[in-house]
């Protein structure tokens, strides 16, 4: 059974770096048929896929358009962990946050349990 | 970019009645490699979302047979045989088609009468 468990700040000072870290059990972060991804959810904005990190005989990475100016999805082997970074964080980027992993048929079949990251002074 | 649209935006439903939920592509939905990646999630208050059904119409471990989804190309529904107080929350289609975007539906809520 694979369980994600989130860690990291629930409020951000704006214009400060968000950053979340998710670690796995139950599986690897280097697997070759697996993925690893961020997703957050807001009311204004509802569930929105932010970028993934995967490992197929090399690492790649895939991010969303509206944040790929500022963000970094990395891996941590030693630790079979991905993290999430979001530089110059606004208001607007206050959402649930979750990490996930998308298998081979293409879905999200496992997700952690959510931090709600909050941006304000 | 791939836009989809559920309807209806909230559904109230008596217990052991049937549930409908429609989802609707901007774009066709069959992937190069034939598969159509249009995949159904379930979210409960304060849980994450929970996946039901993937690729159009194959349910996932452990979801009830209750629940099920068909459609093809750009018109896609979720079905829910008789509805039971545990399956209130909001239900989201979701596409993997267009890799590597993902995007959701605007999500539908589905309430007991």
């Known amino acids: 059974q694979v369980q994600l468990q989130q860690s990291g700040p629930g409020l951000v000072k704006p214009s400060q770096t968000l950053s979340l870290t998710c670690d796995i059990s139950?599986?690897?972060?280097?697997?070759?048929?697996?993925?690893w991804i961020w997703i957050r959810q807001s009311p204004s904005r509802g569930l929105e896929w932010l970028g993934r990190t995967y490992y197929r005989s090399k690492w790649y990475n895939d991010y969303a358009v509206s944040v790929k100016s500022r963000i970094t999805v990395n891996s941590d082997t030693s630790k079979n962990e991905f993290s999430l970074q979001l530089n110059s964080v606004t208001p607007e980027d206050t959402a649930v946050y979750y990490c996930?992993?998308?298998?081979?048929?293409?879905?999200?079949?496992?997700w952690g349990q959510g931090t709600l990251v909050t941006v304000s002074s | 970019d791939i836009v989809l649209t559920q309807t209806p935006l909230s559904s109230a439903v008596t217990l052991g009645q049937p549930a409908s939920i429609s989802c609707r592509s901007n774009?066709?939905?069959?992937?190069?490699?034939?598969?159509?990646?249009l995949n159904w999630l379930h979210q409960r208050p304060g849980q994450p979302p929970r996946l039901l059904i993937f690729?159009?119409?194959n349910r996932f471990s452990g979801v009830p047979d209750r629940f099920s989804g068909s459609g093809a190309v750009t018109d896609f529904t979720l079905q829910i045989s008789r509805v039971e107080a545990e399956d209130v929350g909001v239900y989201y289609c979701?596409?993997?088609?267009?890799?590597?975007?993902?995007?959701f539906g605007q999500g539908t809520r589905l309430e007991i009468k």
């Open positions: 774009q066709s939905l069959v992937h190069s490699d034939g598969h159509t990646y």
């Open positions: 690729k159009i119409s």
């Open positions: 979701m596409q993997e088609t267009e890799f590597p975007v993902i995007t």
């Open positions: 139950g599986d690897s972060v280097s697997s070759n048929i697996a993925a």
């Open positions: 996930a992993r998308e298998n081979d048929v293409g879905a999200i079949d496992y």
